[in-house]
């Protein structure tokens, strides 16, 4: 049996997914930098001031907008993945 060889994109997506990394991390970034909030503490897992509502902007932009898994949203925003599902139904049902 003669192997053909793996075409490069497809080869780049087993290697490294989607690439919904890439898009997830650059999301994060420009809603931070348009919120005035650092990624620090965006992960720092508080809830004071605004970014309850910045975490709430990059979970649905990130789910609705790119696919992202919930596990992958969560290790981005600094929640647990049961919070990222309460965003979810909270903001879809209202």
Same mark, same amino acid.
């Given at each position: 049996?003669?192997?053909?060889?793996? *075409?490069?994109?497809?080869?780049?997506?087993?290697?490294?997914?989607?690439?919904?990394?890439?898009?997830?991390?650059? $999301?994060?970034?420009?809603?931070?930098?348009?919120?005035?909030?650092?990624?620090? &503490?965006?992960?720092?897992?508080?809830?004071?001031?605004?970014? *309850?509502?910045?975490?709430?902007?990059?979970?649905?932009?990130?789910? &609705?907008?790119?696919?992202?898994?919930?596990?992958?949203?969560?290790?981005?925003?600094?929640?647990?993945?049961?919070? $990222?599902?309460?965003?979810?139904?909270?903001?879809?049902?209202?």
């Amino acid at each position: 049996m003669k192997r053909t060889a793996v *075409p490069s994109i497809l080869a780049a997506v087993v290697a490294y997914g989607c690439g919904h990394s890439r898009y997830a991390e650059r $999301v994060v970034a420009e809603e931070c930098k348009k919120s005035g909030v650092s990624l620090t &503490e965006l992960r720092s897992r508080s809830r004071r001031g605004r970014l *309850p509502a910045v975490r709430t902007r990059i979970v649905r932009g990130l789910v &609705e907008n790119y696919g992202v898994g919930v596990a992958e949203v969560a290790r981005r925003v600094g929640i647990s993945t049961s919070g $990222v599902s309460k965003i979810l139904t909270r903001t879809l049902s209202s």
